[in-house]
């Protein structure tokens, strides 16, 4: 459950509170009775390491300079100027 900090508008105390997130949110203030206001600052998450990168969640990207094309689009990706051969038919009736 998260820790949320809390300060009264009227006295100036300051506190926190462990909450779920389901529960509502304090308005008063438990020493003076006065209005409360929630706190906000930073996070509680730390990054370590060396970080995250675009590559790291994907395939090695094709060096050839293509946007991921899948064929059909040019250049080398199986496109060539030479007819395929073809395997010449049994002749009949043997």
Not at 9 to 32: I, M, R, S
Not at 44 to 61: C, L
């Amino acid at each position: 459950m998260p820790t949320y900090a809390y300060a009264c508008k009227q006295c100036g105390h300051a506190f926190d509170a462990v909450q779920a997130f389901t529960d509502p949110a304090l308005t008063v203030c438990p020493e003076c009775g006065g209005p409360l206001r929630k706190q906000y600052g930073s996070i509680g998450v730390t990054f370590n390491g060396s970080g995250f990168y675009r590559t790291d969640s994907r395939t090695a990207a094709p060096t050839s300079g293509s946007s991921g094309d899948s064929g059909g689009g040019g250049g080398a990706s199986g496109t060539s100027s030479k007819p395929e051969a073809k395997a010449s038919p049994a002749p009949a009736g043997s």
